[in-house]
């Protein structure tokens, strides 16, 4: 089975040299997620056209509404691509998987707009490392999972993950991989699927080779 950190490799290199940063922004896996290219910049409109995600060549990532930067609340760290971003249905949060440049893994960094700020938390991804970690009972000393953004329901109230152990010092055999229904607001697990089942429900959001077996 091909790993998702191969399958992000391919799609962020797979283009002509000469087209460089002009795919930065272009669909990655899906319409749903972005491609966001090393020493690039990135503008991202929110689906209600009121605010941008803005990401400078350094990985500087801002929200801006009217040509001014929301308050941010909170220091936020930069962006390491390669990487995909996704704006929620609703225009109040966004996702970004980080490759932390290499791209070789994944970290999702969830991101709330709120009263005129930007705030960044990470309880969705904690919940899902420690649910993959006690699904496949790996050693207390293997890596966590990648834990990769791939989709939103309809309302914004869900968002898809795909949780996959590592190349190294896995959790579980390397490749492994299971998706999460995770509750936007609450960060709760509504819903777990199997390999098998990911691919029935998802597969026009994810890239097919995952499922190459």
Request: hydrophobic share 40%; glycine share 8%.
């Amino acid at each position: 089975m091909l790993a998702i950190a191969s399958a992000l490799l391919q799609i962020v290199l797979s283009a002509p040299p000469q087209q460089g940063c002009a795919r930065s922004g272009d669909p990655a896996w899906s319409n749903q997620v972005r491609s966001l290219i090393a020493d690039c910049e990135l503008r991202l409109s929110s689906p209600d056209s009121n605010m941008s995600l803005a990401v400078d060549a350094n990985g500087k990532i801002r929200v801006l509404q009217g040509g001014a930067v929301l308050h941010e609340k909170l220091v936020i760290a930069p962006v390491e691509p390669p990487a995909m971003v996704s704006w929620s249905p609703t225009s109040n949060a966004f996702f970004i998987n980080d490759g932390e440049g290499s791209g070789m893994t994944s970290v999702f960094r969830m991101f709330r707009i709120e009263n005129g700020g930007v705030f960044e938390e990470a309880t969705i991804r904690k919940r899902a490392v420690a649910f993959f970690r006690k699904t496949v009972r790996c050693r207390p000393q293997a890596y966590d999972p990648d834990v990769w953004g791939f989709g939103w329901s309809a309302d914004g109230r869900e968002i898809y993950l795909l949780v996959q152990s590592t190349v190294h010092n896995p959790c579980g055999p390397s490749g492994t991989f299971i998706s999460l229904i995770v509750g936007a607001d609450d960060a709760g697990i509504r819903g777990k699927l199997s390999a098998s089942g990911t691919e029935r429900r998802f597969r026009s959001l994810l890239p097919a080779e995952i499922f190459r077996k």
